[in-house]
């Protein structure tokens, strides 16, 4: 049974998100609509809201579940289409943009999705039942080159070469093709002390290959700010060091009028800033909401406005 997520730093995400009550926002990443529902609290009932989640169990649970007063629609899509989501809507610009990127408890919670060493289940982590390569396909048939490299890129593990050739020497043998096998394979390649944190990391850099989040969030900022009307806020919520970075050098660049390289003695980038930084350091959850919801620990929220 999945148990129902828990929105992280909802008060913080409403403090920086609203800027116009009676406007448009869009929750790029639904899940079970806490912060869709949230945001909705906290606008006036003439206001429009947009939910996606790539996710069609996702947005099929919130169809079913939630009611808001406010005119709305869910859309089963990665939130990389976001512009031509909005358009599509009739929206050019829009008021508000939230990302949350932390994987939602349909996904977490279902061992068949296999994203957790924890649970026996099938090597999949896709977040859409239509992305064509799923864990078990990448783990089969990358390279020791490719596999080492995605699990130092997006684990940032120091154990990667030796993982990537143990996968390498198992498959040889027989296809792996449960979180069992592949967590037993990553145990014995890793020190006891450092098992948990290094399955972790080498699960979170497997979902990021199939997904392909990092391409995604790079593309979906972009279109994200080239959609906020002048004051439109957008907010995002990263989970990893990877992310967080993205999203700090995204907003640096863009909140900058010309980036070129600094021994350029006259500027000839022409870029003009178009965002206004409203957290300078990520907000973090305090104490109690960490008690109260463990899967809050590592959330770095950052905020912007469109100038």
């Known amino acids: 049974m999945t148990t129902l997520h828990i929105p992280v730093l909802v008060e913080q995400t409403i403090q920086f998100l609203i800027n116009r009550p009676t406007g448009?926002?869009?929750?790029?990443?639904?899940?079970?609509?806490?912060?869709?529902?949230?945001?909705?609290?906290?606008?006036?009932?003439?206001?429009?809201?947009?939910?996606?989640?790539?996710?069609?169990?996702?947005?099929?649970?919130?169809?079913?579940?939630?009611?808001?007063?406010?005119?709305?629609?869910?859309?089963?899509?990665?939130?990389?289409?976001?512009?031509?989501?909005?358009?599509?809507?009739g929206f050019p610009k829009v008021d508000g943009i939230l990302m949350d990127l932390g994987l939602s408890s349909f996904a977490l919670d279902n061992p068949e999705r296999g994203f957790t060493y924890s649970q026996a289940g099938p090597l999949d982590m896709r977040f859409s039942p239509d992305t064509a390569q799923t864990a078990m396909d990448f783990i089969n048939t990358a390279s020791l080159?490719?596999?080492?490299?995605?699990?130092?890129?997006?684990?940032?593990?120091?154990?990667?070469?030796?993982?990537?050739?143990?996968?390498?020497?198992?498959?040889?043998?027989?296809?792996?093709?449960?979180?069992?096998?592949?967590?037993?394979?990553?145990?014995?390649?890793?020190?006891?002390?450092?098992?948990?944190?290094?399955?972790?990391?080498?699960?979170?850099?497997?979902r990021i290959q199939v997904n392909q989040e990092l391409d995604a969030l790079r593309q979906g900022l972009s279109d994200a700010v080239s959609l906020l009307a002048p004051s439109g806020r957008i907010v995002v919520i990263s989970y990893h060091s990877i992310e967080d970075r993205i999203v700090k050098q995204f907003f640096k660049k863009e909140a900058s009028d010309c980036i070129c390289p600094p021994d350029f003695p006259i500027c000839q980038c022409n870029h003009r800033a178009q965002l206004k930084i409203l957290t300078h350091r990520?907000?973090?959850?305090?104490?109690?909401?960490?008690?109260?919801?463990?899967?809050?620990?590592s959330a770095r929220l950052r905020a912007a406005e469109k100038l």
């Open 282 to 297: 990520p907000i973090l959850p305090n104490k109690s909401e960490i008690e109260r919801n463990s899967r809050a620990r």
């Open 24 to 89: 448009i926002y869009v929750d790029c990443t639904l899940g079970t609509g806490g912060h869709f529902q949230a945001i909705a609290q906290h606008l006036d009932n003439d206001a429009y809201l947009i939910g996606i989640d790539a996710d069609p169990s996702a947005v099929q649970y919130c169809e079913q579940n939630i009611s808001i007063s406010q005119p709305h629609q869910f859309i089963t899509a990665n939130f990389v289409d976001i512009k031509r989501i909005c358009y599509r809507a």
């Open 145 to 206: 080159k490719e596999l080492a490299l995605v699990f130092k890129e997006y684990g940032e593990e120091r154990y990667s070469y030796n993982i990537a050739r143990r996968i390498i020497t198992e498959r040889d043998k027989n296809p792996i093709k449960t979180t069992g096998q592949l967590a037993s394979i990553i145990r014995e390649e890793v020190p006891k002390q450092f098992q948990i944190k290094t399955l972790s990391r080498i699960f979170q850099a497997i």
